[in-house]
């Protein structure tokens, strides 16, 4: 029956993490809330499993990393070619440029993780403050609504300020309950980037800097003792995460061309005021 228990409860979270890494109310925040409600109903949940979050967070980096495959293959042998040959430097530029801005962008984040991780880690434990940066997401989603649907300028007119800006953006959803996919096209859609443009480069974004946060928490992983005797939930959480995050993935960026994010805007709203009032 304990194994059971867990198979249900660590599916449930790795499904909450999938759905809610590319969606715009915070991965991080939710199993924030749900593990705090979990515990309230006396599932003995870990608090701040580190080798739980790695698992689910591999299978949404895995998943999003399927779905731009062709792009990040077509990246990395621009960025190379236009290093060691100088020959197809020009026929490169572009995509070598692009590649340096989002070198640029992941600093802050990557930084903030780095110098400021037990302060992030700490609030892992406080649904309240989850609460709070929920209404700060709800805000930036409104502003997306309002403001953020009229910019022209493409992937190619991507310049070192626009990196700098969602480099902030993402920085600031280092903590759980700000959605760093929101944060992000925030910062993107706000500064006049399409939003083809503005999704492109927040989840290329994201990668460096979630695989630069994985490998600061293997130490951990591999030191935990959870490891094995939840290895099948954790496993099939896992899975859970990153095919949910992939499908996920696609479902927020139909909400974008439709231009229907403050509906997300509403959800911030409503689960931020719960968290502050409840848990």
């Known amino acids: 029956m304990e194994l059971i228990k867990n198979i249900i409860v660590y599916s449930i979270l790795g499904a909450i993490q999938g759905f809610s890494e590319p969606i715009p109310i915070s991965s991080s925040g939710h199993l924030v809330i749900f593990q705090s409600i979990f515990k309230k109903l006396g599932l003995m949940v870990?608090?701040?499993?580190?080798?739980?979050?790695?698992?689910?967070?591999?299978?949404?980096?895995?998943?999003?990393?399927?779905?731009?495959?062709?792009?990040?293959?077509?990246?990395?042998?621009a960025f190379f070619s236009y290093i060691f040959d100088s020959r197809k430097r020009n026929y490169y530029e572009n995509e070598f440029r692009y590649c340096v801005l989002l070198i640029v962008a992941t600093i802050p984040a990557a930084i903030g993780g780095f110098f400021l991780n037990d302060k992030i880690e700490a609030a892992f434990s406080a649904p309240k403050l989850v609460g709070c940066c929920?209404?700060?997401?709800?805000?930036?989603?409104?502003?997306?609504?309002?403001?953020?649907?009229?910019?022209?300028?493409?992937?190619?007119?991507?310049?070192?300020?626009?990196?700098?800006?969602?480099?902030?953006?993402?920085?600031?959803?280092?903590?759980?309950?700000?959605?760093?996919?929101?944060?992000?096209?925030?910062?993107?859609?706000?500064?006049?980037?399409?939003?083809?443009?503005?999704?492109?480069?927040?989840?290329?974004?994201?990668?460096?800097?979630?695989?630069?946060?994985?490998?600061?928490?293997?130490?951990?992983?591999?030191?935990s003792t959870a490891l094995s005797t939840l290895w099948l939930p954790y496993l099939i959480a896992f899975i859970v995460s990153g095919v949910v995050t992939y499908?996920?993935?696609?479902?927020?960026?139909?909400?974008?061309?439709?231009?229907?994010?403050?509906?997300?805007?509403v959800y911030c709203l409503f689960v931020g005021i719960i968290c502050v009032l409840f848990l």
């Not at 499908?247 to 805007?265: G, T, V, W």
């Open 46 to 77: 870990p608090i701040n499993d580190i080798t739980f979050e790695v698992i689910v967070n591999t299978g949404s980096l895995l998943a999003i990393m399927y779905y731009y495959r062709q792009q990040i293959i077509g990246l990395f042998i």
């Open 134 to 223: 929920l209404l700060v997401t709800a805000i930036f989603l409104l502003l997306i609504h309002k403001f953020g649907y009229h910019g022209k300028r493409t992937a190619r007119k991507i310049n070192l300020f626009d990196a700098l800006r969602l480099g902030f953006f993402q920085l600031l959803a280092l903590l759980p309950g700000i959605s760093r996919s929101g944060a992000t096209l925030t910062g993107g859609m706000l500064g006049g980037l399409t939003q083809k443009a503005a999704r492109d480069f927040s989840f290329f974004m994201f990668m460096p800097v979630s695989i630069g946060a994985i490998i600061l928490k293997l130490g951990d992983f591999f030191r």
């Open 247 to 265: 499908f996920s993935l696609k479902l927020l960026f139909k909400f974008l061309s439709n231009r229907k994010l403050h509906i997300f805007s």
